[in-house]
């Protein structure tokens, strides 16, 4: 597979030229350049800051890219599974780097040509942990127990249940099974790793959940299968040089940035992201955290109440197209489309001719599927702009390390801009630690009484509303 690639960002379906009133002129975008430059400005002169530490992640992982490297050979030597446990920034980028840069089917695949199993375990439910205890040999599994706060309840928990099921496996040995990716001083993990003798890799300072692909969060899982890291942060480090300006029209992710801002001032309240390929699916799942945890906020940085934010939506095309949809041209005018289209799939397969006395199937005949994704992707874009709802396209040449980096950082530095077109802190979560910590009262913690007192004097429910 080839290691480069471009990404081409395309917002003429986002301009009033092609929807009318719900789209923008060049006037428009004008007004809103002082905007875009103070966003640019703002995070030009704090990236690497703070909890802007992700922005040099390209630059500055070489040193435990070898490391990392060099410990996914030994895995894939010893190991049949390669198991993460963690949850939402700890999870959603390995899903995503597993799903588009591996073979699809890749846990079904022969050994040979798969290497590791690969399984992240993002959730509690105790019936998913059992199934997957019923598939795999923890003895030969690798259990990356990922989680920046070391604090985490659900990454804790299934911790503690995998290190009870190895120890008793395995006895003094069981800590060679687990490696604990946190932060180097704070948190729980860190000491238990420290205590129990875990190989250890380090979340840097600055770098939020969902903005830690580029750090051993999503290096080490995708070393382990094999996908060429140093191609994937070459891929970030080239849409950073991409997006050096600020001129939004030299800018993608600026651009992009300052249409959602826009978007979202005229009510567009929604952002749906559709890849049209199955390889990207789980891209639309970071995404969503990406932009629902960093853009939702009740507060701006003045300590204004905004209860900002643009709901983030999933979708996959074409399955979609026979789903969402309907609702996407005829709907409300409340949501921006996002579609990622890919110019040449890594294979194709040929729809053979044989249909001659068909004329309404074999129409398809002699094309490939790849051309008929791709002509339903150009069809879905046509009808979403027809019935004047704002679209836009994220072309990537093919889904390959460098494309999916660029891909990554390109929706990273949206972000970034579009939070500080807000006003708001962009990388915060104090909606998430809201739920982390009534878990903690509920569960009685030591240090959460108060909460748990306030959880008691809270409205009780009405067992007139449940029939
Ligand atoms: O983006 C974030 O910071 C969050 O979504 C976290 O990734 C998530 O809550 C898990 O936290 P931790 O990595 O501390 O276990």
Redesign the pocket.
Known sequence: MSKTGTLKFDFNNMMSSMVGSEGFSEADIKELQPVAESAFNYFKNNRGKEMMGWADLPYNQDEIVDEINVTAAEIRKKYDNFVVL?????ALGPIAAFQALCHLRHNELPKKQRGVKFYVEDNIDPERMLALLDVIDVKKTMFNV???????SE?MAQYLIICDILKKRLGDKYAKNIIATTSKEKGNLIKLAKKEGYKTFYIPDGV???F?QLCPVGLLPAAVLGIDIKAMLEGARIMDEKCSSSDPYSNPALMAALLSYAAYKKGKNISVMMPYADSLKYIADWYA?LWG?SLGKAVDLDGKTVNYGQTPVKALGVTDQHSQVQLYTEGPFDKIITIIGVEKFRKDLMIPKGAEEFPDVNFLCGHTMGELINTERVATEYALTRSKHLNNTIMLSEVNENTFGQLLMFFMLETAYCGAMLNIDTFN?PG?EEGKNATYALFNRKGYEKKKEELENAPKKNDKYII
């Open positions: 963690g949850i939402g920034g700890s990922i989680t920046k706060s070391g604090a985490t990454t939020g959940g969902r830690s955290q945890e979560q998430v």
